[in-house]
């Protein structure tokens, strides 16, 4: 299994930018970024594969970049234009045909 550490969240005003980033221990094929709000249920947010070709929810899409580092197992996605809904727990996902890996997660919050 392969360990995946987040980092970059934080409190941001409405209008404003957040980077993430994801560190893994291992090479992944296919990884992403996932999110849950209080009372929700996790949904994805993007995904990336080794080769650059990505997949985005309508919800971010033209807002939010998800790009990786092959070289050094790192992704990242780069958010613009911050809404209140977009608040909740980000978790990288490292996604495998056996199921997906899971990072421990962390907070955005954005403030109207």
């Known amino acids: 299994q392969v360990q995946l550490v987040e980092s970059g969240g934080g409190l941001v005003q409405a209008g404003g930018s957040l980077r993430l980033s994801c560190s893994a221990s291992?090479?992944?094929?296919?990884m992403g970024w996932y999110r849950q709000a209080p009372g929700k249920q996790r949904e994805l947010v993007a995904l990336?594969?080794?080769?650059?070709?990505?997949t985005y929810a309508d919800s971010v899409k033209g807002r939010f970049t998800i790009s990786r580092d092959n070289a050094e197992n790192t992704v990242y996605l780069q958010m613009n234009s911050l809404k209140p809904e977009d608040t909740g727990v980000y978790y990288c996902?490292?996604?495998?045909?056996?199921?997906?890996?899971w990072g421990q997660g962390t907070q955005v919050t954005v403030s109207s």
């Open positions: 291992g090479s992944i094929f296919r």
């Open positions: 996902s490292g996604n495998w045909p056996r199921g997906i890996d």
């Open positions: 990336i594969n080794s080769a650059g070709s990505t």
